[in-house]
């Protein structure tokens, strides 16, 4: 199993920026993919961003452009670098990770007054 830890959440105007970080522990040699979804108050969760090993990345329509994710193998981290951040982005953050199974954070909360 893969521990994983969020860091980085917080509370931003509308257009301010925020960097969440995640670290993964445990059998974190058998990784691919690292990535993040979220969940909005009363909205199913959805997938953001996503980084392979090898360093592609993909993300969801809603945050393309003002989102940037990035990965360092070294440190079995991925963080996600938010820019123009918008109170429609205000939700729980989970960092996730596929390797034997897909694992989970416990979450961060960003919140983005408008």
């Known amino acids: 199993q893969v521990q994983l830890v969020e860091s980085g959440g917080g509370l931003v105007q509308a257009g301010g920026t925020l960097r969440l970080s995640c670290v993964a522990s445990?059998?974190?040699?058998?990784?691919?993919?690292m990535g993040w979804y979220r969940q909005a108050p009363g909205k199913e969760r959805e997938w953001v961003a996503a980084s392979t090993r090898g360093g592609d990345t993909m993300y969801a329509d809603s945050v393309k452009g003002r989102f940037t994710i990035s990965r360092d193998n070294a440190k079995n981290a991925v963080s996600l670098q938010m820019d123009n951040l918008k109170p429609e982005d205000t939700a729980v953050y989970y960092c996730?990770?596929?390797?034997?199974?897909?694992?989970w954070g416990k979450g961060s909360l960003v919140t983005v007054s408008s």
């Open positions: 996730y990770s596929d390797g034997y199974q897909r694992d």
């Open positions: 445990g059998r974190s040699f058998s990784i691919n993919n």
